[in-house]
């Protein structure tokens, strides 16, 4: 299994952006596809952002298309969520996820989630 801490979460103004960090470490990270999930208060934890362990396949939640993009460093064990145009609906604790292909992390079926990181959007 792969430990993650997510980083970046904060307040920001509605149209503001935010870079969201994920930090993995216990397995080799290159080998991992990886995801975002968030979850907003009384909602159910829904899919962000996903990416191949390779980079070379993404896939994006359509309210987020065009906004966030989603890019891994693997020498840094890091995948991040840039967050631009923000609005108050995106207003969630952001979890990082971690599992064997595109599909797994899509579908929120990885072996390995982070303790999450609260994003707020202020109007």
């Known amino acids: 299994q792969v430990q993650l801490i997510e980083s970046g979460g904060g307040v920001v103004q509605a149209g503001g952006s935010l870079r969201l960090s994920c930090l993995a470490s216990g397995r080799t990270f290159s080998t991992l596809a990886m995801g975002w999930f968030r979850q907003a208060p009384g909602k159910e934890r829904e899919f962000v952002a996903a990416?191949?362990?390779?980079?070379?396949?993404?896939n994006f939640a359509d309210p987020v298309k065009g906004r966030f993009s989603i890019y891994r460093d693997n020498a840094k064990n890091t995948v991040y969520l840039q967050m631009n145009s923000l609005k108050p609906d995106d207003t969630a604790v952001y979890y990082c996820?971690?599992?064997?292909?595109?599909?797994?992390?899509?579908?929120?079926?990885?072996?390995?989630w982070g303790q999450g990181t609260q994003v707020t959007v202020s109007s």
């Open positions: 996820e971690a599992g064997s292909s595109l599909a797994v992390v899509t579908s929120g079926q990885g072996d390995s």
């Open positions: 990416m191949t362990y390779g980079g070379g396949g993404t």
